[in-house]
């Protein structure tokens, strides 16, 4: 698929260019994009380090498992006729919570990991797709990586965004869910 | 001194007095973890080269320009910023695309602007729909129905429309 994607985009790119006639500037605009890619990353490596560092004291302290103890009541009501103390369960507490402390490279090895534990309850039909939704919807509690590119921006306030941010999620985060019952309900009654 | 200012300090004074009682050794559990988003950030730089200049070219030529006018009807009729446009439709193809697409926006625009606002709220609330689905779907060997992307876009497209309502709500 994004190789689909990217080769449109070049030849659109192209086609237009020529057509409006300044392809001078899309060739320049080469050189100078890749040297911009290089640029961005070292700008975020060094936010990216130290959260990475703190949310390792954070799992290591215990305090991943005291969150995973906080979820029980909301991960229950998404997914009503999984057993608390079932493997799957956990797993899924575990995914949200790297999810909510931004940690993506360790929630989707615990989501993979949770569909797969879901897969054995023939009962859970909806729950797959609600698992997807919930780690398709950003639930970011800190948004590092906005906050530190309006930093390097020049914002006044670069984390001034995090409250709007966290109410935007939880929006779309129920439509996603509430979107997952309606389309699977039929299903699963069914069964 | 609002709460959004002072949230990111408080979080890291808990969780080192808090990782200081349980003992935890502070000091190589940081750098572990530091390390390993090192690591990440260095996989990032490759396609990250590609996808900027993918859409650098776009802007460049035009195109992302000639999109947004076609879609401003309903962009406008939704109260949204034409600048985004282009990052919402990227956002749930690609996240490095999406990044790439801020740090452009965000040299031709204040991040404190309104249209700013509403690029960095939209940027955090949502991820790489198409992405997710597709690692998880083939992780569990399940083929993906078309129901779990109505749904996934459904969370997407709520999440465009209030970007815009509560920047204008918050500010």
């Known amino acids: 698929m994004i190789n689909y994607i990217i080769t449109g985009f070049f030849l659109v790119s192209f086609l237009l260019s020529a057509i409006k006639g300044n392809a001078s500037d899309l060739s320049q605009s080469l050189l100078f994009s890749s040297e911009n890619a290089v640029k961005l990353v070292i700008g975020l490596s060094g936010s990216m380090a130290l959260w990475g560092g703190i949310m390792q004291v954070a799992n290591k302290s215990g305090i991943t498992k005291a969150i995973t103890k906080a979820l029980k009541k909301p991960v229950g009501f998404l997914f009503p006729a999984l057993p608390e103390d079932s493997e799957a369960f956990q797993t899924i507490c575990m995914n949200i919570t790297a999810n909510l ?43 590092i990586t906005v906050a530190t590119l309006r930093l390097n921006h020049g914002s006044q306030s670069p984390w001034d965004c995090t409250l ?27 069964r | 001194m609002t709460l959004s200012e002072i949230i990111v300090p408080v979080i890291i004074c808990l969780v080192f007095v808090f990782a200081l009682i349980k003992r935890v050794d502070i000091f190589s559990e940081f750098v572990h973890g530091a390390k390993e988003n090192l690591l990440i950030a260095i996989d990032l730089i490759p396609p990250l080269v590609i996808l900027l200049t993918a859409i650098e070219m776009l802007s460049v030529s035009g195109t992302i320009d000639a999109l947004s006018d076609l879609l ?29 697409a801020l740090e452009s926006l965000f040299q031709d625009i204040s991040p404190d602007s309104y249209e700013g606002r509403v690029a960095s709220v939209l940027m955090g609330s949502s991820e790489t729909t198409f992405y997710t689905i597709a690692v998880y779907y083939s992780a569990a060997r399940i083929k993906a129905e078309y129901k779990v ?22 500010y």
């Open chain 1, 164 to 190: 709007p941010i966290l109410v935007v999620s939880l929006i779309s985060v129920i439509a996603g869910c509430l979107a997952v019952s309606v389309l699977y309900s039929n299903r699963s009654k069914n």
């Open chain 2, 149 to 170: 992307f109505v749904s996934s876009l459904t969370a997407d497209f709520t999440c465009f429309v209030f970007s815009a309502l509560i920047v204008r709500l918050f």
């Open chain 2, 72 to 100: 401003s009807p309903v962009t406008s009729f939704l109260g949204f910023p034409k600048e985004c446009t282009s990052l919402a439709l990227i956002r749930p193809v690609s996240g490095s695309g999406a990044l790439a």
């Open chain 1, 101 to 143: 402390l931004g940690l993506g490279n360790a929630a989707t090895p615990l989501g993979i990991k949770a569909i797969k534990q879901l897969k054995m309850y023939k009962y859970t039909y909806s729950y797959i797709p609600m698992l997807v939704v919930l780690n398709t919807s950003s639930i970011q509690l800190i948004p």
